[in-house]
């Protein structure tokens, strides 16, 4: 079997690759005020066809959190694929994307437990926007009833190394 050679779009990942700090707030449940958040997050290549980000913080009631996300392309479906898990959720979010034609914007969409219907599933969109070398900026989008996307989480990053 031949190793397969990175494209440009798994090039594009590269350049999450690094360790960052992000400051950013989410709304968790609806009706309630954003909580403020801070969290540290160290990116790695796996062959230079996919990065894992492993991100740290708290909780609000103080407990720790841990975050698990893979990205990578995949040729043959042409798409951005990868998943996300997380120390305080059960569900195992895939996802499914593409790069505009900026190439600054990843949207990858992702299906899972509805924040505002327990018991049912809605669509999500994550959103990736590379604003500099140093600087990104990750939000996240619910999928009402209505088809309407509402915006529930922003994070800004910054790269420390």
Do not use: C, N
């Not at 040729?75 to 190439?103: C, E, N």
């Amino acid at each position: 079997m031949e190793m397969p050679a990175p494209q440009k779009e798994h090039q594009w990942l590269q350049r999450l690759v690094g360790e960052w700090i992000s400051e950013g707030e989410a709304a968790m449940e609806p009706g309630k005020p954003p909580e403020k958040f801070r969290t540290t997050e160290s990116v790695r290549t796996l062959g230079g066809l996919w990065i894992l980000a492993e991100g740290r913080g708290q909780m609000p009631d103080g407990s720790a959190a841990t975050t698990m996300m893979t990205l990578g392309y995949d040729p043959q479906k042409q798409r951005y694929v990868g998943t996300f898990i997380a120390s305080m959720m059960t569900h195992l979010w895939r996802y499914d994307g593409a790069l505009d034609a900026s190439g600054r914007v990843l949207t990858l969409d992702t299906e899972g437990p509805s924040m505002a219907t327990p018991g049912k599933m809605a669509k999500y969109r994550d959103v990736i926007e590379v604003e500099s070398d140093d600087r990104r900026m990750l939000t996240s989008h619910m999928q009402d009833g209505d088809g309407k996307w509402h915006l529930f989480m922003t994070a800004h990053y910054r790269r420390t190394t």
